[in-house]
């Protein structure tokens, strides 16, 4: 019934089953439950013409759904990447926050790490990691950490400006914002692009 709701249902009636969909979609087995429902296709739908607070409720259900590596896939060749990134671009605070959401999950697959980054979503998120909410600057941070895991979007988002706010949030983060601040710089680092360490000691010359 939720999926069938989902699908032809009213505009609030759609919002209020993607909703259920991603508060049930937090447990393994009905992660693969819903995607078997045929849920994707229409929280996708959702997702792209919805209303912002139904557009909101299809990311966080997908974001959900993507932990399970099937439904990464199947999220994907769903065409659910464009519709999110748009969302993290013009979406409410809370949208763009649930928003960064699906990315870090949908980024675990090392195809989509590639079109996530390509649709454009790396501008964005360091937007957000700049100028979100307490929460949504954690969850920037974390998007882009799971991206970075690709060499190529390690430069991407070097080259975006993240380095600055990651250092801020470093700073000033609530403690998950600072620990996922850390964790982001550590991968980045890893390309040898940023060094964080004291500076070189210069040996005077006699």
């Known amino acids: 019934p939720l999926v069938k709701l989902l699908g032809d249902g009213t505009a609030e009636g759609r919002t209020n089953a993607a909703m259920a969909l991603g508060s049930l979609a937090v447990n393994a087995d009905n992660q693969v439950a819903i995607a078997e429902a045929g849920a994707i296709a ?3 739908k959702l997702l792209g013409d919805g209303t912002a ?3 909101t409720n299809a990311a966080m259900a997908l974001g959900s759904l993507a ?3 099937d439904n990464q896939v199947a999220i994907a060749e769903a065409g659910a990447i464009a519709p999110l990134v748009k ?3 013009d979406g409410t605070a809370d949208g763009r926050t649930t928003a960064a959401i699906a990315p870090q999950n949908l980024a675990s697959n090392a195809d989509n790490e590639v ?3 390509e649709a454009g979503a790396i501008a964005p998120l360091v937007k957000l990691l700049g100028n979100g909410t307490a929460d949504g600057r954690t969850t920037a941070a974390m998007a882009l950490g799971s ?4 060499a190529d979007n390690r430069v991407a988002i070097a080259e975006a400006g993240a380095l600055a706010p990651l ?3 470093l700073g000033d983060g609530t403690a998950e914002g600072r620990t996922t601040a850390a964790m982001a710089l550590e991968i980045l680092a890893s390309l040898s692009l940023i060094h964080i360490s004291e500076p070189t000691r210069r040996t005077p010359i006699s």
Do not use: C, S
Not at 147 to 150: T, W, Y
């Open 53 to 55: 607070e139904g557009r």
């Open 42 to 44: 229409p929280l996708v």
């Open 147 to 150: 991206l970075a895991a690709n």
């Open 87 to 89: 969302l993290l671009g």
């Open 115 to 117: 079109a996530i980054a």
């Open 67 to 69: 932990v399970n590596a």
């Open 167 to 169: 250092v801020k949030l």
